[in-house]
């Protein structure tokens, strides 16, 4: 399989861009959005474990944007550097369509389900 074309290419360049400006908009906000909150007045126990839910919610949200972005940000190094599309870790050229479905993607499918194998580089 050989390297995306660079029309391509081109074209997952502006959709990592794009996500990555949507992906510092939304870390932009959520830092204003807790920068300014001053904390309501809290009346009742109801109201408290809500709020904590929101919180927790709010928080995997920004921790999944924040690894997101860094992927995002990985990948338009590698096409600045000429290694986008080559699996970061066996080296071969990953499938267009996996790379139109996941432009971020470090890895082939077969080194993904690897990574993803339960017990993977854990050692007792």
Same mark, same amino acid.
């Given at each position: 399989m050989s390297p995306p074309e660079p029309d391509l290419l081109a074209r997952l360049r502006g959709l990592l861009a794009l996500r990555q400006q949507e992906l510092r908009a939304l870390l932009q906000d959520a830092a204003e959005a807790r920068a300014s909150d001053h904390?309501? @007045?809290?009346?009742?126990?109801?109201?408290?474990?809500? @709020? @904590?839910?929101?919180?927790?919610?709010?928080?995997?949200?920004?921790?999944?944007?924040?690894?997101?972005?860094?992927?995002?940000?990985?990948?338009?190094?590698?096409?600045? @550097?000429?290694?986008y599309g080559a699996c970061q870790e066996c080296g071969e050229q990953i499938d267009e369509r996996r790379l139109l479905a996941l432009p971020a993607t470090p890895f082939c499918t077969a080194c993904q389900a690897d990574h993803e194998r339960p017990g993977r580089g854990r050692r007792l």
């Amino acid at each position: 399989m050989s390297p995306p074309e660079p029309d391509l290419l081109a074209r997952l360049r502006g959709l990592l861009a794009l996500r990555q400006q949507e992906l510092r908009a939304l870390l932009q906000d959520a830092a204003e959005a807790r920068a300014s909150d001053h904390g309501t @007045e809290v009346q009742d126990f109801k109201d408290v474990a809500a @709020e @904590e839910s929101r919180a927790a919610i709010d928080d995997v949200a920004l921790s999944h944007a924040t690894t997101e972005l860094a992927q995002v940000s990985a990948a338009l190094r590698r096409m600045d @550097e000429g290694s986008y599309g080559a699996c970061q870790e066996c080296g071969e050229q990953i499938d267009e369509r996996r790379l139109l479905a996941l432009p971020a993607t470090p890895f082939c499918t077969a080194c993904q389900a690897d990574h993803e194998r339960p017990g993977r580089g854990r050692r007792l």
